[in-house]
Every structure is written in structure tokens, then in C-alpha cells.
């Protein structure tokens, strides 16, 4: 089973996904892009996942163009830029998703204000992922 989540910057939203779906299920091949990907992962990301049990420091932002050719079991979208801007993929997709969260990058005003955002979209991430992971993977991975 191979998952592909893209976001425009592939820097938090998609990160957070990324770790989430890889820990509920190591047999799966989790790997996340971005049409404009970012020099780095957000700090404030790879923090809340690390209090969320998942370590995402060694994530590197990796341009969509580089799973162009590949066969995908699953392409998934979680934010609107991505999801208009996501070039065709020339391999196999079997299924394209689009599961859409604010970006909590863009927050602003107080640190607690900022905080809480990154652990409310964090935890929509986790929440959105599993019920995926429950009603298209594991359903799959039944039926095989």
C-alpha cells in the first residue's frame, strides 16, 4: 500500500499526516510533497507531533515532481492550493482524496493563540487520518 499527501508547501499540514497515517500502520508506504515545498519542516510542527508521540524532525520538504512516474494506491490532498495546483500524476493512482485543514502556519497573535491552532489542526490531522485509515485501509487490507 502506498499513500502520497501533497500540500503546497509539504512543511506542516502534509508532515503531520504523514507521521500520524506511518504510525498507525508501519506495513503502509507513507510519502508527502509539496507544488512549492519549503526549506524545511515548520518547527512548530515537528514540536506538537513530537507531544504527540511521532518524531517528524527527520522529514525533508520534497517537490510533488518527484513521484510524477510512480503508481500510487492513494493521492491525498490537504490543502486547497495543492488540491487545484496538483499536476497530474503520469503513474497509477487508484484513488485521489481530498482531505482539506487550515494551515495553522499562517496564525497569528499571541504564542498561546499560535500554540493552540497548531495543536487543533494537529489533532483534526490524527482524528481525519485514522477515520481514513479505518474506512479505506484497514477495509482494504480485509478484503484482500
Not at 29 to 47: D, F, H, L, M
Not at 53 to 61: L, R
Not at 93 to 122: C, N, Q, Y
Request: with cysteine; hydrophobic share 35%; charged share 25%.
Amino acid at each position: 500500500m502506498k499513500v502520497l499527501i501533497l500540500c503546497t508547501g509539504n512543511s506542516c499540514r502534509s508532515q503531520m499526516a504523514h507521521g500520524f497515517l506511518q504510525s498507525f500502520d508501519k506495513n503502509i508506504e507513507v510519502y508527502s510533497g509539496g507544488t512549492e515545498p519549503a526549506t524545511q519542516v515548520n518547527a512548530k510542527a515537528i514540536e506538537v507531533m513530537k507531544e504527540a508521540g511521532i518524531d517528524i524532525s527527520s522529514h525533508k520538504p520534497t517537490h510533488v515532481n518527484t513521484y510524477l512516474n510512480q503508481e500510487w494506491d492513494y493521492v491525498i490532498t490537504v490543502c486547497g492550493g495543492a488540491n487545484e495546483n496538483c499536476p497530474a500524476l503520469i503513474g497509477k493512482v487508484g484513488k485521489r482524496l481530498h482531505i482539506g485543514f487550515d494551515d495553522p502556519s499562517h496564525a497569528t497573535g499571541t504564542a498561546e493563540l499560535i500554540d493552540s491552532e497548531f495543536h487543533r489542526v494537529r489533532d483534526e490531522i490524527k482524528d481525519a487520518f485514522f477515520r481514513f485509515y479505518l474506512t479505506e485501509i484497514k477495509k482494504e487490507k480485509l478484503s484482500e
